[in-house]
Every structure is written in C-alpha cells, then in structure tokens.
C-alpha cells in the first residue's frame, strides 16, 4: 500500500510539474511575442518572427515535459529510441512536413504575408506551423489576383514534392502585359502610344523604388539586367496588329491595375476614329443542301 501511495504521488508530482512547464512556455510566449510586436514595425516580418518564437516555444516545452516524465538516463535514451522508431515507421508525413518547415525556415522560401503558389494553390501565408502553412486562398473560380474567402491548409512536405512560385519575397512587383488587337488600317502609332502614355502614367511612381529593387537582385544573382520602365511590342499576324504593353505592377494590385488600364483603354479608343480594335468575325456565305425530304406527297 505504502508503495502505491509512492507512485500515486510520483505521478501527481509529474503532472503538476508539467502543467507547471507548460503554463511557463506559453506565458514567456506571449511576453516575447508582445516584445516582438512592440518593436518590430514591419507586419509580416513581425508575424515571422512570432512563428519562429512560438515553435520554439512548443519544441523546448515539449522537450522538458518529456524529460519530466521519462526522467534522464537509460530510460530516456531506450525510450527516445522507440519513439523515434514509431514516429519514423507510422509517421513519414510528418516527418516529412517538419522537414518542410525546416527547409521553409532555414532556405526563406517563404515567410508570412508572403504571396505565393504551392502546388495548385494560391495564396497569401497567413501562418506556418511545425506541420502546415495557413494561407488565404485566390484565384479558383474568382478570375486573377483577389481572395476567394477560403483558408487553405497545406502540408509542409508539400514544398518538397510541388515548386513554390513566391510573388512577393525579393521584389514585391510583377511584369503584367496587355494585348489589344488593331485592325490594319488603323493608326498603329497613335494606339501605340496611347497605350504606352496611360502605363506610364499608372507606373511612374514605382520606377525609382522598383529600379533600384531590381538592382540589388541583380547584384545577388546571376539575372540578365533588363528595364522596368513600361515597353509597347507589336506582332503583325494574318488578321490584325496585335500590340503588347508590358508594364511593371505592384504584385498584390494586378487585377485592379490591369482593369483600370482596359477600361481607360476602350473610353479613348472610342474617341480616336482611326483607331478601330479588331476582332474574329466569321461569314456565313451558304448551307449545304438538305438530304432527303419532308412531306412529299
């Protein structure tokens, strides 16, 4: 009996100890992470860092919790072992996702508040756990950059298996272009250039800041060095003119952009007379005759 009472109390000190450790972890948790918050302007790399603070925070917690109930010596290293065995033998998905996330976190693949595309999904990172990266979906069936509504959950492991398209870690823009097709006899020169006035006048402002993001990548890495000012191409093809804006646009304003570009487009087309925009028509010049007959008497 007596000894009963001795494991009874072992166990209760065991517990207490640990809800002890865990209180603790999350009570230094959130004292750094309201450190973090205070002094750290930046949002998204603020929630970064709160990330890498709480998962920390879980590891070494989870860790002491471990310690207190298996104790430090030959259990510990006899019990370690099987553990890790289980774990590698019925858990290769998340071992594989916490390799992920190391790979994420070490390599800054992504970090939250990044826009990016894994596998099929798009997004901007809301979180990135030990096991998952929460991001709110775009794309689907709402047509180019704007949320759907849907948060999405991907495995980390996922980075391993799928590329990871990232929109906006190094530089923050993206090249977008605009075809408008014209017929032939229409005055190229003038929609030329008034495709290229109305680019300019939305992108001006992200010349100096984007030119000088560019460089600086093209400092680190082997990228060709290119131009960020806004260019017009023309492609003549068998049935129109076909001319190309290519322009820079901040990568979460795309969509808005690129529709106040069209829609300015149109309304002055509309008032240039020697402009005409082309379009596919088809003519119907006959049918073939009909095969047997109705109602022959």
Same mark, same amino acid.
């Given at each position: 009996m007596p000894?009963?009472?001795?494991?009874?109390?072992?166990?209760?000190?065991?517990?207490?100890?640990?809800?002890?450790v865990?209180?603790?972890?999350?009570?230094?948790?959130?004292?750094v992470?309201?450190?973090?918050?205070?002094?750290?302007?930046?949002?998204?790399?603020?929630?970064?860092?709160?990330?890498?603070?709480?998962?920390?925070f879980f590891f070494?917690?989870?860790?002491?919790?471990?310690?207190?109930?298996?104790?430090v010596?030959?259990?510990?290293?006899? /019990?370690?072992?099987? +553990? =890790?065995?289980?774990?590698?033998?019925?858990?290769?998905?998340?071992?594989?996702?916490? @390799? %992920?996330?190391?790979?994420?976190?070490?390599?800054?693949i992504?970090?939250i508040?990044?826009?990016?595309?894994?596998?099929?999904?798009?997004?901007?990172?809301?979180?990135?756990?030990?096991?998952?990266?929460?991001?709110?979906?775009?794309?689907?069936?709402?047509?180019?950059?704007?949320?759907?509504?849907?948060?999405?959950?991907?495995?980390?492991?996922?980075?391993?298996?799928?590329?990871?398209?990232?929109?906006?870690?190094?530089?923050g823009?993206?090249?977008?272009?605009?075809v408008?097709?014209?017929?032939?006899?229409s005055?190229?020169?003038?929609? /030329?250039e008034?495709? +290229? =006035?109305?680019?300019?006048?939305?992108?001006?402002?992200?010349?100096?800041?984007?030119? @000088? %993001?560019?460089?600086?990548?093209?400092?680190r890495?082997?990228?060709?060095?290119?131009?960020?000012?806004s260019t017009?191409?023309?492609t003549?093809?068998?049935?129109?003119?076909?001319?190309?804006?290519?322009?820079?646009?901040?990568?979460?304003?795309?969509r808005?952009?690129?529709?106040?570009?069209h829609?300015?487009?149109l309304?002055?087309?509309?008032?240039?007379?020697?402009?005409?925009?082309?379009?596919?028509t088809v003519?119907?010049?006959?049918?073939?005759?009909?095969?047997?007959s109705?109602?022959?008497?």
């Amino acid at each position: 009996m007596p000894e009963v009472t001795v494991d009874y109390l072992s166990v209760v000190l065991k517990l207490v100890m640990s809800l002890v450790v865990i209180a603790a972890t999350w009570i230094a948790y959130r004292v750094v992470g309201n450190v973090i918050r205070r002094q750290i302007k930046d949002t998204a790399h603020m929630h970064t860092l709160r990330m890498l603070v709480r998962n920390a925070f879980f590891f070494v917690g989870s860790v002491v919790v471990l310690l207190i109930w298996l104790g430090v010596g030959s259990n510990l290293t006899v /019990a370690m072992g099987i +553990l =890790g065995a289980g774990i590698a033998f019925a858990s290769q998905e998340v071992i594989g996702s916490f @390799a %992920g996330y190391l790979n994420t976190v070490s390599g800054s693949i992504y970090r939250i508040g990044d826009r990016v595309r894994i596998g099929n999904v798009v997004g901007d990172v809301m979180d990135i756990s030990i096991m998952r990266t929460t991001v709110m979906e775009i794309g689907e069936w709402v047509q180019a950059d704007q949320y759907t509504g849907r948060i999405v959950t991907i495995a980390n492991r996922a980075v391993f298996a799928d590329p990871v398209y990232n929109y906006t870690q190094h530089w923050g823009y993206l090249w977008d272009e605009i075809v408008v097709p014209i017929t032939y006899n229409s005055d190229w020169q003038r929609a /030329a250039e008034i495709m +290229l =006035g109305h680019a300019q006048e939305y992108t001006e402002e992200l010349h100096a800041e984007a030119e @000088a %993001g560019l460089n600086k990548m093209i400092e680190r890495y082997p990228l060709q060095s290119t131009q960020v000012a806004s260019t017009i191409y023309m492609t003549m093809t068998d049935n129109w003119i076909e001319i190309t804006l290519r322009y820079i646009v901040d990568a979460r304003e795309r969509r808005k952009i690129k529709g106040q570009l069209h829609r300015e487009l149109l309304q002055h087309f509309e008032k240039e007379e020697k402009i005409t925009i082309a379009s596919m028509t088809v003519e119907i010049v006959g049918f073939p005759p009909l095969r047997g007959s109705v109602g022959h008497e």
